[in-house]
């Protein structure tokens, strides 16, 4: 039997790409982990902004085939970075800074200008962010930005914690976007669902539901994990007993379940605090998505309404914490709702009608070396037992959803070759976004 704890997006995919005897556990009552959806009121939520950018164009054309195109609506992307004294500036940042008053223009301009004839010597990314980019940059948006979205100092991040994700630019590229701007990025344009990001979900669990070898047992978690016997207890008190195991929970989380020691791993992440919010009309606030470097409480608030159009707001509100942070939900709606009239998303008119608190724990994971450098050892010992820790969490990385849906496809082919190699299995792998 393959066990696989977890039914997110990366437990599901692979679930759905191996023919053969199969058990999914889910601790939730609902398969999709965070990339589930809110239907209430009137008002479409998800855990927090999923939007589908569709790197890899089978996977694409896969969601084209099995979605009705009717069901989504592509948006090209507005949003905006808000400064204080400033106002409203365009993302990404480094792209737009002669969008600022010309004094700090000239300083951000100088400081990258200086930067890149650095040796670029550098281990942190607090570091990679100076030495690349330049003082001004640095501490106008991305170290201040970085430090509430992670929730910690980062110079424990290692240089290249963002990977793709952080948006590069030389000097070159910046000035001469002073007078031809384009500020194209990864993510130009998204598409989305009319009724969330859950209904990709749904999609590749109706490939799960359809398999007559494969279980789904929700609400179902588990507690221990013996890497010899090959055996896996459930809360229930049922012994497991696998040939091959996929863990997409998180790492640190599944290293205390086997028994295996992370006290010097270094595996820490934030959590992500998250209002839905449903009011009962909206304001001119017209982005998709803002980022916020400075005394706001959040670090980024998302609008719903300005992608399903609509004639109340519908936002999303995230907020940075440390994994031991003590919360009070109460007094945080209230700092927020603050904050949002201050910032000009709402104004005093708006009643908030509907709302629902989501705690994101892990969230941002913090990629360093210490960390790099266990999780890549314990991956190859683990591998030796077919064993394999995947996803976003069970990989402990940063990466978007469809990376997830990838890598897992790719896990499902490399997992069944070795069994059947090593122990003369009989299961098969498919490929489900295979045209």
């Not at 099995?66 to 792209?95: A, C, E, N, Y």
């Not at 969008?99 to 930067?115: F, M, N, R, V």
């Not at 359809?210 to 789904?216: L, N, T």
């Amino acid at each position: 039997m393959v066990l696989i704890i977890g039914a997110g997006i990366t437990g599901l995919v692979s679930a759905a790409c191996i023919k053969g005897k199969t058990l999914v556990v889910e601790a939730q009552d609902q398969v999709g982990g965070y990339c589930r959806t809110t239907k209430r009121n009137g008002f479409v939520w998800d855990r927090a902004g999923h939007f589908f950018h569709f790197r890899d164009a089978q996977v694409k054309r896969f969601f084209q085939r099995k979605i009705p195109s009717d069901h989504f609506i592509k948006v090209q992307k507005k949003t905006g970075i808000h400064l204080d004294k400033v106002g409203m500036i365009d993302f990404p940042f480094q792209r737009n800074i002669h969008q600022l008053p010309k004094e700090e223009y000239i300083k951000c301009l100088t400081d990258l200008y200086l930067a890149e004839k650095n040796d670029h010597a550098y281990k942190s990314f607090k570091q990679f962010v100076y030495n690349t980019m330049g003082e001004g940059i640095a501490d106008k948006f991305l170290v201040p930005y970085n430090e509430k979205l992670y929730a910690c100092d980062l110079d424990d991040l290692d240089y290249n914690a963002m990977g793709r994700f952080f948006p590069k630019s030389s000097f070159e590229d910046i000035l001469l976007n002073a007078n031809d701007q384009n500020n194209a990025s990864y993510n130009a344009d998204f598409s989305y669902p009319f009724n969330g990001a859950e209904e990709f979900v749904d999609v590749i669990n109706g490939y799960v539901n359809d398999s007559q070898e494969c279980e789904v047992r929700l609400n179902t978690r588990v507690v221990s994990v013996d890497l010899e016997k090959k055996e896996a207890v459930l809360c229930d008190g049922e012994v497991i007993k696998y040939t091959a195991l996929i863990n997409t929970s998180p790492l640190n989380k599944f290293c205390q379940l086997a028994g295996i020691d992370t006290s010097n791993a270094s595996l820490s992440a934030n959590k992500v605090l998250v209002f839905n919010m449903g009011f009962d009309s909206k304001s001119d606030f017209d982005m998709q998505w803002v980022y916020y470097p400075g005394k706001e409480t959040f670090y980024r608030v998302g609008a719903y309404h300005n992608i399903l159009p609509s004639d109340r707001a519908s936002l999303y509100v995230e907020v940075g914490a440390k994994s031991d942070d003590i919360v009070n939900e109460e007094e945080l709606l209230a700092d927020v709702l603050k904050d949002l009239k201050e910032a000009g998303v709402i104004n005093s008119e708006m009643k908030l009608i509907d709302h629902e608190f989501v705690v994101m724990d892990p969230a941002y994971v913090h990629i360093n070396e210490k960390g790099e450098a266990f999780k890549n050892q314990l991956q190859n010992n683990l591998a030796a037992q077919h064993v394999y820790s995947a996803g976003r969490y069970g990989n402990w990385t940063y990466c978007s959803i469809e990376d997830n849906m990838v890598e897992a496809r790719d896990l499902a082919k490399n997992l069944v070759s070795a069994m059947n190699e090593d122990l003369g299995s009989k299961y098969s792998a498919v490929d489900i976004f295979e045209d």
